[in-house]
């Protein structure tokens, strides 16, 4: 048998979603792959405890990989920029300072930016192609642009590059309706971004796939 592959989508800050996802309805194993389509922060209450909780994981020697969102690299970018503050506040940034307990971005701990800065933005597997948003279908490479691979997500892809793969990413919420759809018809891009940190009826669901099966594990 082989070894279970998850991807997990966009947590925002869900903390007790995202701990039943991987304790109670994955049961992650050391053997298991486990890979993280960024967005850990932002929005939701609980930014901290989500990033000690992934950092614990590979601690402790469990197979995590772990991709950049386009809020880690906005939170980035206004560390690195405060011109690029109010950007990042306006789109969660205030709710992930709370959860760390400071006023301001420069008093972060820098283990949690060593932790951000190593972040990939794309991550390759057999026929598999993990990325939080998606690719620049009409570039010769299209893994060089890292503003599609952050902020742009596709349906479809005919780069001869990325036609051929299965594409798993997050970035844009979806109806829980959407990815079984996608699983459903065989798609080639598979969204499971559910809306975790949205009440909305039609969102606010953690979603992970196991991509060898395409089964697909829910949390509230």
């Not at 792959?33 to 405890?49: A, C, N, V």
């Not at 309706?177 to 459903?184: F, L, R, V």
Request: with cysteine; proline share 3%.
């Amino acid at each position: 048998m082989n070894n279970r592959i998850f991807a997990i989508g966009d947590i925002h800050g869900c903390f007790n979603s995202m701990k039943e996802l991987i304790e109670d309805k994955i049961q992650l194993k050391k053997n298991d792959k486990l890979i993280f389509l960024g967005d850990y922060i932002d929005r939701g209450p609980d930014s901290k405890k989500v990033l000690d909780y992934i950092t614990e994981l590979q601690n402790n020697e469990y197979d995590v990989v772990t991709l950049l969102g386009n809020h880690e690299a906005m939170l980035i970018d206004a560390y690195n920029d405060e011109g690029s503050i109010s950007k990042w506040i306006q789109n969660g940034g205030s709710e992930t300072l709370k959860s760390f307990n400071i006023d301001a971005l420069k008093d972060i701990e820098p283990k949690y930016l060593n932790f951000f800065n190593k972040l990939k933005l794309y991550y390759e597997l057999d026929e598999f192609l993990f990325v939080h948003a998606g690719f620049n279908d009409k570039l010769e490479n299209p893994f060089s642009d890292n503003y599609y691979m952050l902020w742009k997500s596709k349906e479809q892809y005919f780069n001869p590059l990325l036609k051929d793969r299965t594409i798993i990413h997050g970035h844009s919420p979806v109806t829980l309706s959407i990815c079984p759809e996608q699983i459903k018809n065989n798609s080639k891009v598979i969204n499971i971004d559910g809306g975790c940190v949205y009440s909305n009826k039609h969102l606010g669901k953690l979603i992970a796939i196991e991509v060898n099966t395409r089964s697909l594990f829910i949390a509230e």
